[in-house]
């Protein structure tokens, strides 16, 4: 696990908009609150750093830079399986 990695996925603005999307679609009512509180510990799940580090050193020219835009660096599905539970429960 790289922090560094961690700190760029948790300020990927395609990310963060993904990441939104999924929130407010689970259901959650204030979803830039929920952000704020959140990304942090969903930037940090499993996989997420090697998935993204990864994708650094396949860039090519013709692959989009903004890698957390990207549904095949950080899947929709990885986004859904660690804001779900979350949404669901959620933190104090």
């Known amino acids: 696990m790289s922090y560094n990695t961690i700190g760029k996925i948790a300020s990927s603005p395609g990310l963060n908009k993904r990441i939104s999307a999924c929130a407010a ?10 952000m704020l509180n959140n990304i942090w510990t969903v930037a940090a799940s499993p996989g ?3 998935a993204w580090e990864s994708a650094e050193n396949t860039q090519t020219e013709n692959t989009n830079p903004d890698i957390g835009a990207r549904n095949d660096v950080i899947t929709d599905g990885m986004i859904l399986s660690a804001v779900q539970p979350m949404v669901k ?4």
């Open 25 to 34: 679609q689970e259901g959650e009512k204030n979803v830039s609150s929920w």
């Open 48 to 50: 997420w750093d090697g």
């Open 89 to 92: 429960a959620p933190t104090p």
